[in-house]
C-alpha cells in the first residue's frame, strides 16, 4: 500500500498580531484528496529549507497578502496593496528550491500570482481600478458559491472534461503578462487568466480561484485536488 504523500502548505501571516495562522479549508482539501498536510515554519533559514523540500512530496502555496510589486519590478500605484515582505521572502527561497527538485506545486489565489511573478510575469495591481470589468472578482460570503465562468483549455479541460466551469472569486489582483514558463489553462469572459500550469516541471499548476471553499460540495474541485496529490506521490 503506497504511502500517502506529505504536502507543505504555506503558512498565513498576520503582520498586525505577528502571528502564523491556518485556513483549515486547505488542509481538508488536501486530506479528502489523500494527503496529509503540514504547515510549514514561517521563519526558515535555507539550510531548513532544502530539508523541508526533500522531507515533503509537494507543496501548495497559499492566498493571501498581495506579492510586492518590486519583485516584478514595480512600485504600488494604485494605494491598495496589502504586501508581506515575510512571506515574499519565505516563498521566494522555497519556489526556487521545490522547482530544483521538481516537487510537484499546486497555487491558489495569491498562489497563482506569486508563481507568474517569481517566473518573471507580472500583475494588475487593482483590478477594479485597473481593468475595469462587468466581472466582479471580490465576492462577498458565502465564499463556496461560484460567482462566475471560465473557458478552460489544456491540463484542466483534459482533466475536467468540459469547455467552461463555474468558479468562486475573492481576490482584487490577478495575472497581467503570463510568465513564459507558463501556459494558461483557463481564461474569464474579460479576458483575466484564471489557472496556468508550467508545462517544463512534472506538476506546478495554479488556480486563480479558491477549491478549498468549494470542494466538499463540488466534484471538479476536488479533482484538482486529487490531481495535485496523484502527482506528489
Known amino acids: 500500500m503506497n504511502k500517502s504523500p506529505i504536502i507543505g ?47 515533503c512530496d509537494g507543496f501548495l502555496f497559499t492566498g493571501g497578502q498581495d506579492v510586492t510589486p518590486e519583485l516584478y519590478g514595480m512600485k504600488d500605484a494604485t494605494g491598495t496593496i496589502v504586501p508581506s515582505p515575510e512571506r515574499d521572502r519565505l516563498e521566494t527561497l522555497l519556489l526556487e528550491k521545490v522547482l530544483q527538485a521538481d516537487k510537484a506545486v499546486l497555487g491558489i489565489c495569491r498562489g497563482l500570482q506569486f508563481i507568474n511573478v517569481f517566473l518573471g510575469g507580472t500583475l494588475w495591481q487593482d483590478l477594479p481600478s485597473q481593468y475595469p470589468s462587468d ?13 462566475h465562468k471560465v473557458m478552460l483549455e489544456g491540463g484542466l479541460k483534459t482533466l475536467l472534461g468540459k469547455d467552461i466551469l463555474e468558479v468562486n472569486t475573492l481576490h482584487h489582483q490577478a495575472v497581467k503578462d503570463l510568465a513564459n514558463d507558463l501556459t494558461p489553462m483557463a481564461v474569464a469572459p474579460d479576458g483575466i487568466i484564471e489557472a496556468a500550469r508550467m508545462t517544463s516541471k512534472r506538476f506546478v499548476w495554479a488556480v486563480q480561484w479558491h477549491p478549498e471553499y468549494m470542494f466538499k460540495t463540488d466534484r471538479d474541485s476536488l479533482a484538482i485536488f486529487l490531481w495535485f496529490v496523484e502527482h506528489c506521490g
Open 9 to 55: 502548505v504555506t503558512p498565513l501571516w498576520d503582520a498586525e498580531r505577528k502571528s502564523v495562522w491556518m485556513l483549515p479549508d486547505y488542509l481538508e482539501g488536501i486530506k479528502a484528496a489523500g494527503g496529509i498536510p503540514v504547515v510549514l515554519p514561517f521563519e526558515m533559514s535555507e539550510e531548513d529549507v532544502s530539508r523541508i523540500v526533500e522531507t
Open 135 to 147: 466581472i466582479i472578482h471580490r465576492q462577498g460570503k458565502p465564499y463556496g458559491v461560484p460567482t
